[in-house]
């Protein structure tokens, strides 16, 4: 089912457009809009950032381990899925991860800046992407899976991003959510990428639970690369004027090559169970509250 934008109402998701006040969004870059004043300039994120990240991110270990760990998570926790809506989907990198492991789901993304969907277009043909605000989600009872992959954190209103990502999942729907860890590691990394926060465990559960979900599995993970990353976060701090914002993701290919190893080795410690308890990101799986 889809939310009007315009009215509220609720109607069949297979409308053009809502069936009460016969609004329908508008479409900027051939893209369906539903928050149009943000698309170009919607906050905590800065769309030049696309062009970059689209560069680095199909041979980067960090990038390539994160989505082996997310596409575990869904294949462990919902297993048969048929629709998933990612938000805050960026050029698409882990939709194609996704939409390859389970070619018959139908995949929806989604974007506050409308120039990072012709990224995700190219990466992922057949999804269906738009522009959205997480704050305002045009959708009710309607996926299998949500997922928020590295989005919250740039979020002020992350409770209400929270509500209306558990709003949009069908009753028993299931909640994959990826963020920064440990208030102490904040950087000059963290100023660049606009973050609002970085994560506890505790602070990310509270949130989730008081949602409406049930949490079935948290864990840290990049947990074995944690001494580097405090080390790298410690002697950047203070350095706003001169930090290379690429420097963690062009690495020499034989050591990207060593630290993506070592983070395979960690997901294969999560999938017999070992939740880590700390790391540079946590993981957390959350199911639709029955009633709720």
């Known amino acids: 089912m889809k939310k009007c934008m315009n009215c ?85 990198f882990v939709l194609s991860g996704l939409s390859k492991r389970f070619p018959d789901a139908r995949f929806v993304g989604s974007e506050i800046f409308v120039d990072g969907l012709p990224f995700a277009l190219q990466r992922v043909p057949s999804a269906e992407l738009m522009q959205m605000d997480a704050r305002q989600i045009p959708f009710v009872d309607e996926f299998d899976v949500v997922g ?56 990310l559960r509270s949130k989730i639970e008081k949602a409406g979900f049930d949490v079935l599995r948290s864990t840290s993970f990049v947990t074995t690369l944690f001494p580097a990353m405090v080390l790298s976060r410690l002697m950047n701090r203070g350095k706003k004027q001169d930090y290379d914002p690429t420097a ?22 999560i999938k017999r169970g070992l939740n880590f308890p700390f790391g540079g990101s946590r993981l957390m799986v959350a199911k639709k509250r029955a009633g709720e």
Not at 64 to 85: C, G, H, Q, T
Not at 155 to 182: F, N
Not at 248 to 269: H, R, S
């Open 148 to 203: 928020a992959f590295d989005v919250l954190e740039h979020i002020k209103e992350d409770e209400i991003v929270l509500r209306e990502l558990h709003s949009a999942l069908k009753p028993g729907g299931v909640l994959l959510v990826s963020v920064p860890q440990h208030a102490w590691l904040w950087s000059a990394a963290d100023d660049y990428a606009c973050h609002e926060r970085r994560y506890s465990a505790a602070e």
């Open 8 to 92: 509220a109402h609720i109607h069949r998701a297979d409308l053009k457009k809502c069936d009460h006040c016969g609004q329908a969004p508008a479409v900027i870059g051939g893209f369906k809009a539903y928050a149009p004043a943000l698309a170009r300039e919607g906050g905590g994120f800065k769309a030049s950032y696309f062009t970059e990240l689209a560069r680095l991110e199909e041979a980067n270990f960090w990038f390539r381990a994160r989505n082996r760990i997310v596409i575990w998570a869904a294949e462990k926790y919902a297993p048969d899925f048929s629709s998933l809506l990612e938000v805050g989907c960026g050029t698409g």
């Open 248 to 269: 963690e993701f062009t690495i020499n290919p034989l050591l990207n090559a060593v630290f993506e190893k070592m983070l395979g080795l960690e997901l294969a410690c």
